[in-house]
């Protein structure tokens, strides 16, 4: 306590010395209980008729129960990752009306191509990026999930960089005892090469079914045992 008093101390003195005010500057405090609170502190000088610094006005906001929480959700978050973090899949949870974004691991940038500070700030993207010829299946998912509590769909995003990508979203809706909503969480999984392998393979079987009605002929298929 000692030592924090006599930096307290130094630091009137600075702004004594400099006439500039220091302000919103976060500092820790010991009470007398041992506890160790947080305050928001701002400093400014006072000056008399002439100019002269003749005292300093100290102001301190306690800001513990706000930087406990930030340290609260920091550490989530990480448990968080720890747990998804080696997913290829977007595992995700929001409020109940999916205004906020509570949790999202990494796999989101790889797959949507975006920050996942920017999905943060901007919980309403992800839907943003849907590709306007599924945008009503995407739209309807959400519908579904609020009246059944559950959803699947599969539908195309396109990226920043204008790349398109395959996602089947799956989504389910947490509610308490009295049936409120609690919160919304999903799986975004990119199912782009599952999606392009089946195209390919009805494209293979169209072309057949091309060639032999063209041919007339009969044409079929054995393997290395005659079958």
């Known amino acids: 306590w000692h030592k924090q008093a006599e930096q307290y101390r130094a630091d009137d003195f600075a702004v004594m010395k400099s006439g500039k005010a220091k302000l919103h500057i976060e500092e820790t405090q010991t009470t007398p209980s041992g506890e160790t609170i947080h305050l928001l502190t701002s400093r400014v000088p006072l000056f008399d008729s002439e100019r002269n610094t003749v005292g300093v006005l100290g102001a301190y906001l306690d800001i513990t129960e706000r930087v406990l929480m930030e340290k609260a959700v920091h550490e989530r978050d990480e448990r968080f990752n720890q747990l998804v973090s080696n997913l290829d899949d977007v595992v995700w949870t929001a409020s109940a009306d999916g205004s906020k974004l509570l949790d999202v691991n990494d796999s989101f ?39 059944t509590g559950k959803a699947m769909v599969e539908y195309r995003i396109v990226r ?68």
């Open 160 to 227: 920043p960089d204008g790349e398109i990508r395959w996602i089947l979203d799956k989504k389910s809706l947490s509610i308490d005892e009295k049936g409120k909503p609690l919160l919304i969480g999903g799986v975004a999984s990119d199912i782009t090469e599952r999606k392009l392998a089946e195209e390919a393979l009805r494209e293979s079987e169209n072309r057949f079914d091309q060639v032999t009605k063209a041919s007339g002929d009969i044409i079929w298929e054995v393997n290395a045992d005659g079958l």
């Open 109 to 147: 940038e790889r797959v949507y191509g975006v920050s996942k500070n920017e999905f943060r700030s901007n919980p309403g993207l992800w839907i943003k990026m849907v590709h306007s010829d599924d945008m009503k299946i995407a739209q309807a998912s959400g519908e579904e999930l609020f009246k």
